[in-house]
């Protein structure tokens, strides 16, 4: 049973550009969930979802970020216009109760 | 919202002894509490959690407490061992359901030396 799959692991924008993040779910999971963790900082609620619905979006800035998680295909992060700020490790869980497993986490650098 | 503050943030032990970790949370709708293992540059894994219906819960060399009253709980390592260096967070449910959101401590940095 595969676990959380994230891609890229490694993801490298320049300033202004769009960086796109994707996650696949434990086979059986419903839930994916998107936290941010900044250099030795613990990790920061951005979203929540099941297919089709953003179910808590709470953590999440108002502006260039989005998510999505669509009946086919995995849960995508976007993030528009990109800024030094950004960069970061971005991860997503899974669960289908109460616990959540996390993926390899994408890396994003913003240059 | 929730908050959850996490102690200390540095833990420095010698093999064999002990390692205890303590977390306060504010939300007393919170009813699920998650520890967290994350070596560098990997991912968070799950070590034990515990639900707010129970107050200790144990698998092996490892123990958490929860105090609902008092609203905090304690990760416990007994005879630590050099690959238990890690950073340690806790977390806590903003909601009083499966499927809700985690809200996380800063993390402790433990190293145990041989």
């Known amino acids: 049973n595969a676990g959380v799959m994230q891609n890229p692991r490694h993801l490298v924008r320049r300033r202004g550009q769009e960086a796109r993040l994707r996650c696949s779910p434990m086979?059986?999971?419903?839930?994916v969930y998107w936290y941010r963790q900044l250099p030795e900082e613990g990790l920061k609620f951005m979203v929540y979802?099941?297919?089709?619905?953003?179910?808590?979006e709470s953590g999440m800035p108002k502006e260039r970020f989005s998510a999505e998680f669509p009946k086919e295909g995995p849960s995508i992060l976007r993030i528009q216009q990109v800024v030094r700020g950004d960069s970061a490790a971005y991860f997503c869980?899974?669960?289908?109760?109460?616990?959540?497993?996390f993926g390899p986490g994408t890396r994003l650098t913003v240059t | 919202g929730e908050n959850v503050e996490q102690h200390p943030s540095t833990l420095s032990v010698q093999e064999g002894d002990s390692a205890v970790i303590k977390c306060t949370y504010s939300?007393?709708?919170?009813?699920?509490f998650p520890w967290y293992k994350q070596e560098l540059g990997k991912r968070p894994q799950l070590i034990i959690d515990?639900?707010?219906?129970?107050g200790e819960k144990k698998d092996q060399r490892i123990a958490v407490t929860l105090n609902k009253t008092a609203k905090h709980f304690s990760l416990h390592i007994t005879e630590t061992q050099p690959e238990d260096s890690a950073v340690y967070f806790c977390?806590?449910?903003?909601?009083?359901?499966?499927?809700?959101?985690?809200?996380f401590g800063k993390g402790t940095t433990l190293s145990v030396s041989s």
């Open positions: 869980a899974s669960s289908k109760g109460y616990e959540q497993y």
């Open positions: 086979k059986g999971h419903s839930h």
């Open positions: 979802l099941q297919k089709e619905n953003i179910i808590d």
């Open positions: 939300d007393s709708a919170s009813n699920y």
């Open positions: 515990i639900r707010s219906n129970v």
């Open positions: 977390a806590a449910s903003i909601k009083n359901q499966a499927g809700t959101a985690l809200i």
